[in-house]
């Protein structure tokens, strides 16, 4: 018996073949990690587990990617009730094994999902990264506590602060998958997997940070020593940083909840805001439309003083030479090598009406 609660315009498909209840993303392009889908994945756990039909869950995504990570213009305008936390909850309440199935770009958000499950099955060329520091930010929905405990501090370390990307056999090798398979064989791998009636292994339980404790503290003393030398003045890296240090000697629950009020701070930081308005600007400048080499070429010639930059700036905004003053600042990032988290060179600019 199959059941399609809801029907297949939602961006998360239930449907229940035979003993397995899978629940599948279908929010495309990259199955961004919206209100409606984070719901969807909260219920559709709950329900599985309330089902006498089901043995197992697995959770997948259709296109080219799991869970690519947060709709970046929902965080924008606030995010709704629930997050992802009430999934990482319902995933450790059920009693029934929860299967991540992951392919494509497995991102902030996306890596959230797939710890929250007790098994992780990747698709071979399956990549896994946590980007928020580099939005202003720091993982939230647990990110800064769940990762060290079910990876290590180190593990967890590289992904979270130094931003690294992991391919699926560093994942593996750290624990965060659980096998590797050809992308073709995924789904059939994950219904194998979901009825072995397999035991469960929630992620609250994971003690992978208490393993050897002096590497711990070698691992938070290296980062704050490469933090103070390369960005001193960057705070989401520092605090993010203390965070996961203090939330380690914490109860659980306390440290989610000071996880979440240090997100709350930085997502009004000026530096963060900086930071998103830069990737937005920049997935613009991709777009091109205009003579990118010449406008590069002038901003070089204005030289690297302010005042000169923010003079050629204003003539090639009033030449029509860019398309607005967004897609110019992104520009002159790269083209001065300005510290991202840094004030706009062109701050004036930005701020006047069009």
């Not at 599948?24 to 994945?41: H, I, K, M, Y």
């Not at 928020?132 to 593990?155: H, K, N, S």
């Not at 624990?175 to 995924?186: C, S, T, Y």
């Not at 790269?334 to 510290?339: D, L």
Request: proline share 7%; with cysteine.
């Amino acid at each position: 018996m199959n059941e399609d609660l809801p029907g297949r315009h939602e961006p998360l498909h239930r449907e229940r073949r035979g003993p397995v209840l899978w629940l599948t993303g279908c929010n495309g392009p990259v199955n961004a990690l919206s209100q409606p889908v984070r719901r969807g994945l909260a219920e559709g756990v709950t329900a599985g587990d309330a089902d006498p039909a089901v043995e197992a869950i697995v959770v997948h995504c259709e296109g080219r990617s799991f869970f690519a990570g947060a709709d970046l213009a929902e965080l924008e305008l606030g995010l709704r009730a629930p997050g992802l936390l009430e999934f990482v909850t319902a995933c450790e309440d059920a009693r029934k094994p929860v299967i991540a199935a992951v392919h494509g770009t497995v991102f902030g958000g996306g890596v959230v999902v797939a710890y929250a499950c007790d098994y992780r099955i990747a698709a071979a060329g399956t990549r896994f990264a946590m980007p928020e520091v580099g939005l202003g930010l720091l993982p939230a929905f647990g990110g800064t506590q769940y990762l060290p405990r079910l990876l290590g501090v180190e593990a967890a370390l590289q992904l979270i602060i130094d931003g690294d990307q992991w391919d699926a056999q560093r994942a593996r090798q750290a624990g965060l998958v659980d096998e590797i398979v050809p992308a073709p064989e995924l789904l059939a791998t994950a219904a194998a997997w979901a009825r072995r009636h397999l035991p469960k292994r929630r992620v609250r339980d994971a003690t992978a940070h208490l393993a050897d404790v002096p590497a711990t503290t070698t691992a938070f003393t290296k980062r704050r020593q490469t933090m103070a030398s390369r960005a001193p003045d960057f705070e989401a890296p520092h605090i993010c940083l203390q965070v996961m240090e203090a939330g380690l000697q914490m109860p659980l629950a306390q440290a989610l909840l000071c996880e979440h009020e240090a997100f709350l701070y930085l997502l009004q930081s000026p530096q963060s805001r900086r930071l998103r308005q830069l990737f937005f600007a920049e997935r613009r400048l991709r777009r091109g439309g205009f003579d990118r080499g010449a406008i590069e070429q002038r901003l070089r010639l204005a030289g690297p003083a302010p005042d000169d930059l923010l003079r050629v700036s204003r003539r090639l905004l009033h030449e029509g030479a860019v398309p607005d003053v967004a897609t110019l600042d992104a520009l002159l990032v790269e083209v001065t090598g300005a510290p991202r988290h840094a004030p706009s060179l062109i701050e004036t600019l930005l701020g006047a009406p069009p």
